[in-house]
């Protein structure tokens, strides 16, 4: 009875994912039915929610690593292979979306992929997509990580990556974990000295993403990429005067 009965609540989730996809799912849901799908005789409800409470949300208990998932009461090494796979395959389907794809077409896409890559990290790490004249993504680098505040982006190191893919310019992102979208002093004074190192050796930086948890900040689109140009024009005018 009580079989027959697990059966029923799994076919009803099944079907209403076949029938609406995720978007009628709760975040309980979606892990009890990733769950299940390797563990086929045990009810998951209670070890999906213990998950989330553990790791705090969906994005976070998608991102822990196999053997943390393991201390959770009902995830053994098959299940917590198979949250890690979901993850790890979702990453790669983003990232090979966006390669080769127009930047300014793409935009949501590489949001997508900057946000499922970086958003549930503890820590600070920056991403840079490399572009060609016509802005087409030629490739993405995972450029540095370390502890909250400590990012730091060489431009040599891009410069290099850059000449290496033939790119003309390039769009970075990071992260600030916990924290607001909002770029700090430092953020904007890094950005801005990066900008002007690579337009003095003919690179364009288009944008700098901010990524947290629950939003996102553009550079572009909030105008500072702008104001750089028109500051680094000034600068080149001192200079050649």
């Given amino acids: 009875m009580a079989e027959r009965k697990l ?10 994912f076949l029938e609406h996809g995720l978007d009628k799912f709760t975040d309980d849901e979606i892990v009890e039915l990733l769950l299940t799908l390797a563990t086929p005789r045990r009810d ?42 979901v993850q790890q395959i979702a990453r790669k389907f983003l990232r090979e979306k966006i390669i080769k794809g127009d930047y300014v077409n793409s935009f949501s896409d590489a949001l997508d992929y900057f946000n499922h890559a970086m958003k ?3 820590e600070e790490a920056s991403h840079v997509l490399y572009l060609n004249s016509q802005n087409a ?13 400590s990012v730091a982006v060489s431009p040599r190191r891009l410069v290099e990556s850059a000449i290496k893919l033939s790119a003309t ?3 970075m992102a990071h992260n600030h974990p916990g924290g607001s ?11 801005q000295n990066l900008y002007f190192s690579l337009r003095f050796l003919e690179l364009s930086l288009r944008d700098h993403l901010i990524i947290t ?12 990429m702008a104001k750089f140009e028109k500051d680094f024009k000034s600068l080149e005018k001192r200079i050649w005067k």
Avoid: M, W
């Fill in 181 to 191: 979208a909002a770029p700090s002093r430092e953020d904007i004074q890094a950005t």
């Fill in 7 to 16: 059966e029923g609540h799994r076919g009803r989730l099944r079907e209403k």
């Fill in 137 to 149: 993504i030629l490739g993405e680098e995972r450029f540095s990580s370390g502890l909250p505040g």
């Fill in 213 to 224: 948890p629950e939003a996102h900040y553009s550079f572009y689109q909030e105008g500072l």
């Fill in 120 to 122: 549930a990290s503890g």
């Fill in 44 to 85: 998951c409800k209670q070890t999906a929610r213990d998950a989330l409470k553990e790791f705090g949300g969906l994005a976070k208990t998608l991102e822990a690593p196999i053997e943390d998932l393991q201390k959770i009461s009902g995830i053994g090494p098959t299940n917590a292979l198979g949250v890690a796979l």
């Fill in 169 to 171: 310019s390039l769009v």
